[in-house]
């Protein structure tokens, strides 16, 4: 299998919480990344996570992540419109990045 | 926080001709840069890795006298695309890495070769 695996869509209504998953293989990392693509967008860094924390906050950001299974996700409070993007799980070995597929959010009214 | 500019944005050009982008690092200087490229709907696939003043590492696969990179600065690593032909039409992006944290990506250079 592929080094780090997201489903490749999610479809969510406006106002409603969007959750996107991602199991990797790699437990070496020190931190688990969140990244979103915007169309014809480079990657803009969302949040991310250091490997012993099982849980982070960031205003309506939530990172979970079970160690013990390599997983990973990402929960988007009152979900909007300009949530609608590619958002990449990626961890580093050194410097040097593996992104999942990234998972495309789709947002409807 | 940081940023990186690419520059062009999109470039439009015909078989055979030679393509230059460059990226840079406008508040930071960048002990490393690399270079992706990303096709419709995938994942971003590492090309080549490169530190100011050495040369390149290539990842497998990748022909470095394809894609010819030069990191001449901390600010400045500029990707040259040799005798560009249709199917190396893709969405390049770089990013460059403080030394510290994480990496920071550009915003992408559509590359059409007609």
């Known amino acids: 299998g592929e080094d780090v695996e997201q489903s490749l869509f999610l479809s969510v209504r406006e106002g409603d919480s969007s959750v996107i998953n991602c199991t990797y293989t790699d437990s070496s990392s020190t931190y688990l990344y969140w990244y979103k693509q915007e169309p014809g967008a480079g990657l803009q860094l969302l949040t991310y996570i250091f490997s012993n924390m099982d849980m982070k906050q960031d205003q309506r950001l939530t990172v979970l992540l079970n160690k013990k299974d390599k997983h990973l996700s990402l929960r988007i409070a009152d979900t909007q419109t300009g949530d609608s993007a590619i958002y990449f799980c990626a961890y580093f070995r050194g410097y040097i990045p593996t992104f999942g597929r990234g998972t495309s959010l789709i947002v409807h009214p | 926080g940081a940023v990186v500019s690419q520059h062009p944005s999109w470039v439009i050009c015909k078989s055979g001709t030679s393509v230059k982008i460059e990226c840079r690092s406008l508040?930071?200087?960048?002990?490393?840069m690399f270079w992706y490229r990303q096709f419709p709907k995938q994942s971003l696939m590492l090309m080549a890795t490169?530190?100011?003043?050495?040369?390149?590492?290539?990842e497998q696969g990748v022909e470095k006298d394809k894609f010819l990179i030069n990191h001449a600065s901390l600010t400045l690593s500029t990707l040259t695309v040799t005798s560009a032909h249709p199917e190396d039409s893709s969405f390049y992006i770089c990013?460059?890495?403080?030394?510290?944290?994480?990496?920071?990506f550009g915003p992408g250079t559509r590359l059409l070769v007609l």
């Open positions: 990013s460059a890495y403080p030394g510290e944290e994480t990496q920071y």
């Open positions: 508040d930071f200087q960048a002990t490393t």
């Open positions: 490169s530190n100011e003043g050495s040369k390149a590492t290539y």
